[in-house]
C-alpha cells in the first residue's frame, strides 16, 4: 500500500513540475525563440478548430511522458511510469483546460460554472490579449494570477 501512495505522489508531483516547465517554457521559449510557431496561436485569422503551427510543441511537450511510459514498461521500472503518467496527466489537463475550455478546440464547448475555471479562462485570455513576442503577462496554464 505504501508503495501505491509513493507512486501516486510521483504523479501528483510531476503534474505540478509540469506546470512549472510549462510556465518556463511559454514564456522563454514560445515567446522567445520559439515565436515563429507560437505566434500562430495569439493571431487568429481563421476557426480554432484549426490546425495552428503552435500545436508542433505538442510533440515536443508529449516526448518525455512517451519514454518514460515505455521504458517504465520495458523495464518494470515504476517510478519512470509514474513520472509518465503524470506528465500525460498534465497533457490532458492541458487539452481539457487549455484547449477546449478556453479556446472551444476540436469542435467542442465545455463550459463549468466553476470559480477557478473562470479565473483561467480569464488570465489566459488577459495573456491573449498580448498579440506580439513581448509584452504578455501570465504564462501558466493549471494556475492563474
Known amino acids: 500500500m505504501l508503495n501505491i501512495l509513493f507512486y501516486i505522489l510521483i504523479i501528483i508531483i510531476s503534474v505540478i ?6 510556465i518556463l517554457s511559454h514564456k522563454y521559449i514560445m ?4 515565436w515563429v510557431l507560437h505566434k500562430s496561436h495569439h493571431i487568429k485569422a481563421r476557426n480554432q ?3 495552428e503551427l503552435n500545436d508542433l510543441y505538442f510533440i515536443f511537450f508529449s516526448s518525455p511522458s512517451i519514454f518514460c511510459i515505455i521504458y517504465g514498461f520495458l523495464y518494470s521500472d515504476y517510478l519512470f511510469l509514474a513520472i509518465g503518467i503524470g506528465i500525460l496527466m498534465y497533457g490532458v489537463i492541458y487539452v481539457v483546460l487549455h484547449d477546449i475550455m478556453v479556446h472551444g478546440r476540436f469542435g467542442l464547448k465545455l463550459s463549468l460554472n466553476i470559480n477557478y475555471l473562470k479565473k ?4 489566459h485570455m488577459k495573456h491573449h490579449s ?3 513576442k513581448n509584452g ?3 504564462f501558466g496554464f493549471i494556475t492563474y494570477k
Open 31 to 34: 515567446h522567445g525563440p520559439g
Open 17 to 22: 513540475f509540469m506546470e512549472i516547465v510549462a
Open 120 to 123: 483561467i479562462r480569464k488570465s
Open 49 to 51: 478548430k484549426d490546425f
Open 136 to 138: 504578455a503577462t501570465n
Open 130 to 132: 498580448c498579440k506580439e
